[in-house]
């Protein structure tokens, strides 16, 4: 067994000290180590989009990532978003427009929405299609997804 | 306040009908819903698998001496640590020529397809797990196997069962009328082999299992991604050898299946056995290399199919012969049979058609079983059927929507019929076909179409008709004599002391929505809120005996289960709240949580009334006291019809072979809909597998047995990009006869589209001659099919 290595790392605002095997992905880290179970791993190949977080402020796959890459670092996962008593805006849209029916993709569509809405144009739902092709949804068939996201790019658009 | 007067009484809002939105939602979208894998227990041993990487072989030792001093390793287990403490699961039925393969745990003697689990590590992380595998040495005698199905059927083919005899383990055989003479006199005929390439389900989630042994009561519960729960609890009772008091199965949260958690599983029986022997929690995440290799398969089914017609388009005749590919083991509880027999037995679709045979051989290969996915038998047998059609039509020159109303089943005709046994209750099969072309605006697009191929572009339109059962009852099986029980489903209710209401169930919703259609059904017929409602569900010990949820079958049965034991317990609350309001019980009704007189003021709530039902002693008189529950079981005995047609148009990419969908419509007669947003979404998810089904996905095991797509790199699933809006008409049209009018849907869109999609091809490249008759239209195929069709046209 590998040397364990400390690090530490902020995680939705709290910071985190511990030690991991090098190996450790970022996935497990979070799941298990932290027991922030919000962020679901589906393919460990980095395809299917269901472990994306941010990672100082852009969405990455936690499951392409080392947890030791992330010391120092500032990480946001769904859990940060909101609660069950007060969903955040992404996740208040996903229920407006039923964008989620079995639930398992589904954090990894937030935290990547919530990326792109910070930093992508989203006009069209070309556009919208095209910002969500990194995440995999086998149940909704994305349609009730991409009328989420055009209602929030719509209403980020009205802010500006 | 107002005064209700009979006629106001009936306008009391409804909650089945409208937009609901879920109450499942708000757990999943915060990130603590609950799935498998989010639960590690104290001392939890984590198991990796070593699989076999031979597609047919003989064990000849297994080496794990090396395994077992790797760091954080606590055990390793083969078939033979195995053999006191399980007994294998045996897929039954009463089928002619069958042959039931026993499932074991782990491979015993040998080994009959790439990825089937050889050996068990257990360590204190599945990192550790993992490094272990590694240490284990196999020695195996690779055996000769017939990989492919037409190879597998011959007579010399190498048997994967000895026992056996063949490796045609089911046969089956559907006919009426004369076909062969029919055939024979025909005007017309067409014929191709359609061929649909095996696929996987790919739930987002992968398989995950649980299962914890208390050592103080002797009783196990598995924790399992199962949309089978109860018929799994049933197959370990036996297995392991405990009494279902004392073996309990659960299906939390659970992250999609579409049929590929539908059966059981040999990772499900492993983790029970090992948990109860060493006496610590075992878990098991089955990782995607290992989905995309073991998982249960489907929609592998060759169809050699020849269609009559006369040239005024009407059908004159159908036979087929087709062989299903069934993997390596009859799979439990459904067997073997599942997918085959649907395809022979839905093949004349929605349509009249006297003259009919339909022969089927299931045949083993060294393939992990084929399983239930979405549309089971449906797919293949609709995309062969509607290819049948078009090629027809285009034979004699007819409009393809004109060849399906002239041969859809007509609403006089009801029921009906088809010649292979099943019967059409009623369904809107005419009203379908005019919906979906008004939808789309048929004229235009065929305008559309006409000036882009005018310009030289690859555009073409398609359709596809189907009919298929859902909601089906204790008449019609899966498999004659198989395991288990599909066709009844229980709800039990309860108001308790404090007012609060649970509603318990045999179903296992996993994405469909559940907890809040079926709160929907209660609050309508029972006249509480729907926020008073809990749905308990997915979990063995809450009803005597449960299956789960599949085969489009939970709001038909447990709606119809629900709505039963509703007006069982509203007829106690409002005969409880006479006597305590002084008030004739026929005066009363029940409404958003609410006991109200129809003709005064007076009311009480549920909480009331159950508090003084339960908690204030002599409130009520001795002799007319009851519990405000009640048990009942649904069985609609038969199934109901659900049709739809799909319109697709498509155009493709001449330098590249991709296809694009430019529009899509699906006019879909379901019954009564509960919540038509959860309905759209099953039509529209559907629809996107049925896409992945024709353009993208195919599993692929080469010439020496190896699945060589076991990476999501190589099976391709639909991404945003690749699916289009959908136009939806709903047809609540004549309701069937079941409770609550509700039809079964969900699996329509994967029985739909690929047929769809498959005319739209064929029709976009049909001045260059090309068919398609093998799915899916990749674009390596298309390119192959332009090419050879342009050689031949060059005289090459």
Redesign the interface.
């Known amino acids: ?1 590998s040397k364990r290595v400390s690090i530490t790392v902020s995680v939705n605002g709290q910071s985190y000290t511990q030690l991991v ?1 090098p ?2 992905l970022l996935s497990d880290f979070l ?2 180590e932290l027991g ?10 980095g ?2 989009g ?1 472990c994306t977080i941010l990672l100082d402020g852009r969405s990455a796959r936690s499951c392409l990532t080392l947890a030791v890459q992330t010391d120092g670092a500032d990480i946001q ?3 940060g978003l ?3 008593e007060h ?1 955040g805006r992404v ?1 208040q849209a ?3 427009h ?1 964008g ?8 990894g569509f ?1 935290m990547t929405i919530t990326d792109m809405l910070l930093h992508h144009s989203l006009d069209t ?1 070309d556009e ?3 910002a ?2 990194g ?12 009328n989420a996201v055009r209602e929030l790019a719509r209403e980020r658009a009205s802010f500006k | 306040m107002k005064r209700f007067d009979s006629s106001s009484v009936e306008m009391r809002p409804k909650m089945v009908g409208q937009r609901i939105k879920r109450t499942e939602d708000p757990r999943l979208l915060a990130g603590v819903g609950r799935y498998v894998d989010d639960m590690t227990p104290s001392k939890t041993l984590h198991m990796a698998i070593r699989r076999s990487d031979q597609p047919h072989a003989r064990i000849v030792k297994i080496d794990a001496g090396e395994a077992i001093s790797v760091p954080g390793v606590f055990a390793v287990f083969s078939a033979a640590d195995l053999e006191d403490e399980v007994k294998p699961a045996v897929p039954i039925s009463t089928m002619k020529n069958y042959y039931a393969t026993p499932i074991w745990p782990l491979a015993r003697g040998k080994v009959r397809y790439v990825g089937e689990p050889v050996v068990a590590v257990l360590a204190d992380s599945r990192y550790a797990a993992e490094d272990a595998l590694e240490h284990i040495h196999i020695e195996y005698e690779a055996l000769p196997f017939a990989i492919r199905q037409v190879d597998a059927v011959a007579d010399d083919a190498p048997l994967l069962h000895e026992e056996a005899g063949t490796n045609v383990i089911i046969s089956r055989e559907f006919a009426r009328g004369e076909v062969d003479n029919v055939i024979a006199q025909a005007p017309v005929t067409v014929r191709a082999t359609f061929r649909m390439t095996r696929k996987t389900a790919v739930s987002i989630e992968n398989r995950s299992y649980l299962a914890e042994w208390d050592r103080r009561r002797l009783a196990l519960t598995l924790h399992s991604s199962t949309n089978i729960p109860g018929i799994v609890r049933d197959a370990l009772s036996n297995c392991l050898d405990l009494p279902g008091n004392r073996i309990r199965v659960v299906a939390p949260d659970v992250g999609g299946s579409f049929g590929g958690k539908g059966s059981l599983y040999h990772e499900e029986i492993l983790v029970c056995a090992l948990a109860r022997k060493l006496g610590r929690p075992v878990k098991y995440v089955c990782d995607r290399l290992e989905d995309l290799s073991a998982t249960s398969q489907a929609f592998d089914q060759l169809i050699d199919a020849e269609l009559a017609v006369d040239e005024d388009g009407t059908l004159l005749g159908l036979r087929a012969d087709v062989i299903g590919d069934i993997g390596a083991y009859s799979i439990y509880p459904w067997t073997g049979a599942l997918e085959p027999v649907q395809v022979v037995s839905f093949l004349p679709g929605p349509y009249r058609l006297q003259h009919y045979r339909g022969r089927v051989r299931g045949v083993l290969t060294p393939k992990p079983p084929t399983g239930p996915y979405r549309g089971v038998g449906r797919p293949a047998s609709t995309f062969a059927m509607e290819r049948l059609i078009d090629m027809a039509a285009r034979k004699i020159g007819m409009d393809p929507v004109e060849m399906r109303r002239r041969n859809l089943v007509r609403a006089e005709e009801f029921p009906y019929r088809t010649a292979s046994g099943l019967i059409w209750d009623k369904s809107a099969f005419q009203e379908c076909l005019s919906g979906a072309c008004d939808l789309a605006d048929y004229p235009t697009l065929l305008r559309e179409r006409d000036d882009a191929r005018a310009e030289g572009r690859w555009v073409g339109i398609g359709l596809s008709s189907y009919a298929e059962l859902t909601g089906i009852g204790s008449r019609i099986s899966v498999a004659p004599g198989m395991p288990i029980n599909t066709g009844t489903e229980t709800s039990s209710i309860r108001i308790d002391a404090t007012g609060a209401i649970t509603a318990a169930f045999g179903i296992a919703s996993h994405g469909q929505g559940l907890e809040t259609t079926l709160a929907q059904v209660i609050a309508d017929e029972l006249g509480c809120r729907l926020e008073d409602v809990e749905i308990q569900h997915g979990d063995s010990a809450l009803t005597p005996v449960s299956s789960g949820t599949f085969a489009s079958r939970s709001a038909v049965l447990a709606g119809g289960a629900a709505t039963m034991s509703s007006r069982v317990v509203k007829a106690k609350v409002l005969k409880a709240a006479a006597h305590l309001m002084n008030v004739p019980v026929d005066d009363l009704d029940a409404s958003e949580g609410l006991i109200y007189a129809r003709n005064s003021n007076v009311s009480m709530t549920f909480k009331e009334v159950a508090h003084a039902v339960y908690s204030q002693m002599g409130r009520i008189p001795r002799e007319q006291r009851e519990d405000l529950i009640a048990s009942e079981t649904y069985d609609p005995y038969f199934g109901t019809a659900c049709s739809s047609t799909h319109l697709v148009m498509v155009e493709i990419d001449p330098q590249t072979y991709g296809v694009t969908i430019r529009k899509y419509v699906v006019a879909e007669d379901c019954g009564r809909i509960i919540n038509p947003m959860i309905v759209d979404g099953q039509i529209q998810g559907a629809v996107a597998q049925g896409i992945g089904a024709a353009l993208l996905e195919e599993i692929v095991h080469d010439e020496s047995g190896q699945v060589v797509t076991a990476s999501l790199a190589d099976y391709l699933l639909p991404l945003a990009t690749n699916v289009p809006d959908i136009g939806i008409l709903h047809i609540e049209a004549d309701l069937p006869n079941n409770i609550g009018g509700f039809r079964g849907m969900g699996e329509g869109g994967t029985i739909g589209a690929p047929a769809a999609i498959a005319n739209a091809i064929s029709d976009a490249l049909s001045p260059l001659g090309v068919e398609i008759h093998t799915l899916p239209a990749t674009p390596e195929r298309i390119f192959q099919l332009v090419r050879s069709a342009t050689r031949n046209a060059e005289g090459v």
């Open positions: 067994m095997e190996r450790m799941r298990h922030l179970t919000g962020t679901h791993v589906g393919c460990e190949h395809v299917c269901a996962t769904v859990e909101g609660t069950i969903l996740q996903f229920r407006d039923h989620l029916q079995c639930g398992f993709c589904t954090p937030v739902d919208i299609r095209e969500l092709s995440n995999i949804c086998r149940c909704t068939g994305y349609e009730h997804i991409v």
